[in-house]
Structures are given as structure tokens and as C-alpha cells.
């Protein structure tokens, strides 16, 4: 078994439709948070889908009708996963300005492992932009392995490889973060372990 580690894939509007599509299934879960700034608001959303597997990673953009392959990397069209096997949650963000105007948002992050289990690779921290159309962005979350041959994703199995890891949320050129989210990635399912508004940024 060989054990991805966790890649955020960059989902516009168009994509994330695809990905409710091409999952083929309801989620196990959602939440929902919202949060506001001086200057945005926030509602985030998070659906989990436990104990996943699919025949392949594949999704469709439906706004050019376009359809790729991800990789245990996320890199499109390349060395595309089979038989996934592991778990898997999308967070959507859909971000206005405060004030009603036509402002346009940017959203990045900047993740890092703060523990993890001994059979995976250590994995540098990286900071990346998060795509956002028409005021919606997603983060396409997966932990799991390439399955050889057919079966489903295993259960009940606390021994499985895990890790934590810590993402920034940061708006535009904002230096802070308006959000920090805990993460635990396991072979069963991917949670939220805690969300830590910034300095300026209340629950709404």
C-alpha cells in the first residue's frame, strides 16, 4: 500500500459542479461555518465522504465540458489514479464583500503537517491560490491509496496510517490569516478538528 499524502486540488464553480456529480454519491456529512471581516463574508461548507472508493479519479469540468484525471499528486492527465480507496472531502467558500460592492476576492492558503504517522512521507509545507469564479472557490481534499485490483475501502481499521495538518486561510494581500482549520486525515474519513477565527475575523 502506498499512502497519498494530502493534496489540495485547485476547483473553480465549474469543477466543483463536476465533483458533486462524479462522486456518485451523497456525502456522509456537512457542515457549515460562516465568518465575516471588516471587509468579507465567508460561508464555508464541508462535505465528507467516508470510506470512499472509486474505479478512478476522474472528474468534468462542465463549463468546457472538459474531463481529466488527477494523480496521487494532484497533477491533471498524469500518472492518473485507478482504484482509489481512502476518504475524501471537498470544502466549497463562497466569499462577497461586506459592503455589497463588486470587489473581487482572492483566497490562498498555506499548509503544513504538524504530526503524522511514521509510514509516510515528510512533506514540505506550501502556499498556494485557491481559484475563485463568480465568488465560489473548492478544495478538493483526499487521503488514501491506489488499490490493486477490485474491492472497497477498508473499515474499522485504526491502525491505518493518519496525519494533522494545519491550513492558513488568508484574503487578498491580508499578511494574517482570517481562518486556521485543523485538520485529521485517516484511511475512513477526513474531519475538522478545530477552526480558529483570526484576530479580525468573527462567526457570523
Request: proline share 4%.
Amino acid at each position: 500500500m502506498s499512502a497519498i499524502g494530502r493534496r489540495t486540488l485547485l476547483l473553480g464553480h465549474g469543477a466543483l459542479l463536476a465533483v458533486a456529480r462524479d462522486l456518485g454519491a451523497a456525502p456522509r456529512a456537512e457542515t457549515v461555518y460562516r465568518f465575516a471581516t471588516a471587509e468579507w463574508e465567508v460561508e464555508m461548507s464541508v462535505d465528507f465522504y467516508d470510506r470512499y472508493a472509486s474505479s478512478g479519479f476522474w472528474f468534468t469540468e462542465r463549463r468546457n465540458n472538459r474531463r481529466f484525471c488527477l494523480s496521487g499528486e494532484g497533477k491533471q492527465n498524469a500518472d492518473c489514479l485507478g482504484n482509489f480507496t481512502g476518504s475524501l472531502a471537498v470544502a466549497h467558500y463562497r466569499i462577497r464583500p461586506a459592503s455589497g460592492s463588486r470587489r473581487k476576492a482572492a483566497l490562498r492558503e498555506r499548509v503544513r503537517t504538524i504530526d503524522q504517522d511514521d509510514r509516510l512521507k515528510s512533506r514540505p509545507p506550501f502556499e498556494c491560490a485557491i481559484a475563485i469564479r463568480d465568488g465560489i472557490a473548492s478544495d478538493l481534499q483526499a487521503f488514501g491509496y491506489e488499490q490493486q485490483g477490485q474491492g472497497s475501502a477498508q473499515e474499522g481499521n485504526p491502525a491505518g496510517p493518519w496525519c494533522f495538518l494545519r491550513q492558513d486561510l488568508f484574503l487578498n494581500a491580508d499578511p494574517s490569516p482570517f481562518l486556521v482549520v485543523h485538520w485529521k486525515h485517516t484511511l475512513n474519513e477526513i474531519r475538522i478538528l478545530d477552526l480558529i477565527p483570526g484576530d479580525r475575523t468573527r462567526t457570523a
